[in-house]
Nanobody, 124 residues
């Protein structure tokens, strides 16, 4: 499966952005999907995940209450709606797809396929 992320950009603190990730090749409904991010000089971190049919979601503490992950009905696109953005949300955001799911923690090793990333910059 190939993943193509888009929707990043420059936004002021307090603003909103919506990221999209289109899964092509094998249908996205076969996989759990997630968003990770990596800020300059920092390790990649889990942001949010959603199970293959959208029944369950998981959020990092930093994202809970501000970000919403969802899938479209065809299960080929996953979205990350980000609100109340902060400068510390600045990072390259990557979408990922995989077959394993841990209900309490998002782990990069659970995901086998990765998109190229989209840059989100939040100015203060």
């Amino acid at each position: 499966v190939q993943l193509q992320a888009s929707g990043g950009g420059l936004v002021q603190a307090g603003g909103s952005l919506r990221l999209s990730c289109v899964a092509s090749g094998r249908s996205g409904s076969y996989y759990n999907m997630a968003w990770f991010r990596q800020a300059l000089g920092k390790e990649r971190e889990f942001v949010a995940g959603i199970t293959r049919f959208g029944a369950s979601t998981l959020y990092a503490p930093s994202a809970k209450g501000r970000f919403t992950i969802s899938k479209d009905n065809a299960k080929t696109t996953v979205f990350l709606e980000m609100t109340s953005l902060k400068p510390e949300d600045t990072a390259v955001y990557h979408c990922a797809a995989g077959s394993r799911w841990h209900p309490e923690q998002g782990t990069a090793s659970d995901y086998d396929y990765w998109g190229q990333g989209t840059l989100v910059t939040v100015s203060s």
